[in-house]
């Protein structure tokens, strides 16, 4: 378990449009606080729920230490966990029966010290629900409506643009451009508050800023504003947090919810291979 991911620091496309309703879902609320994707997961050691966050940039799903010690979780054995540019050790494997509306989670963890994130939210992080959830599922977070939606059949229309979606080892990424470049593969991350972290191939404009982004560590990143093009899709004026070296190896960045969550929903069919983008809102 070397890639294992946690950074907060977040989808989209379109390659053509698809008319056709989709079927009715299991439905799940959400709330979208601090830029990210908050949701109750139950647990029977637990009245009250815990507060995960939604996180498809998250290599396996995390508990927080603190919150594994208090419920008396047996620790697993100790992994080296990667993050944006630093590393810290965590547990794996965890063991936690957990829920999430009424579909079962993952068994299996990483727990680490997610305090650092803690700090800058209103709430306490008890972990994040990761990719693994995503794979052989529809689900679509409607940021209109602040509702999860999993689907069951894969043979599903949503109305809306798409653009390829590739699941590789324990990610998931989409191609998109920065003003103008190449089409890169990025990493698709609602556990990412900021709109883009980015991997410029050749860097012309000097960046304007430096912001501290919060995962493993707090760590100083220069900002720009950026042009961003995901399949037909143009986003302007949009603040990137730029980069020297990978973040992780074959990805030009990560793609978050600072842009996810201007549209009205987002569709991840990891079934079929896509992402599929509902309608632009209206940005203030």
């Not at 008319?19 to 050691?45: C, D, N, S």
């Not at 100790?78 to 494997?93: D, E, N």
């Not at 809306?160 to 699941?167: A, H, K, N, R, Y």
């Not at 980015?198 to 404009?205: G, M, T």
């Amino acid at each position: 378990m070397r890639w294992l991911r946690l950074i907060t620091a977040f989808l989209g496309a379109a390659l053509f449009r698809v008319q056709a309703a989709p079927q009715t879902p299991a439905e799940i609320p959400f709330q979208f606080r601090e830029g990210l994707i908050w949701v109750a997961v139950h647990i029977p050691q637990s009245v009250e729920p815990l507060n995960f966050l939604l996180d498809t940039g998250a290599s396996a799903s995390v508990i927080n230490l603190r919150t594994a010690q208090r419920l008396g979780l047996k620790q697993g054995k100790k992994a080296r966990v990667i993050g944006v540019h630093s590393t810290t050790v965590g547990y794996w494997p965890t063991r936690l029966a957990s829920r999430l509306g009424g579909l079962a989670l993952p068994e299996d963890y990483l727990a680490v010290d997610l305090q650092k994130l803690s700090e800058v939210c209103d709430s306490p992080v008890d972990g994040r629900v990761g990719v693994e959830f995503f794979r052989d599922r529809i689900v679509q977070a409607d940021f209109a409506g602040r509702k999860i939606r999993v689907f069951s059949s894969e043979s599903q229309s949503f109305p809306g643009e798409v653009v390829p979606l590739e699941i590789r080892g324990c990610a998931m990424r989409l191609p998109l451009s920065v003003n103008g470049g190449k089409s890169q593969w990025t990493r698709l991350d609602t556990g990412c508050a900021s709109p883009l972290q980015w991997v410029p191939s050749n860097l012309r404009v000097k960046p304007r800023e430096r912001r501290i982004a919060v995962g493993l560590d707090r760590v100083s990143i220069a900002q720009l504003t950026t042009r961003v093009r995901i399949g037909t899709t143009d986003i302007d004026g949009v603040p990137t947090g730029l980069h020297t070296k990978e973040i992780f190896p074959g990805e030009a960045g990560l793609l978050g919810n600072g842009i996810l969550a201007r549209f009205s929903s987002v569709t991840i069919d990891a079934i079929s291979g896509r992402v599929i983008l509902g309608p632009r809102l209206i940005e203030p």
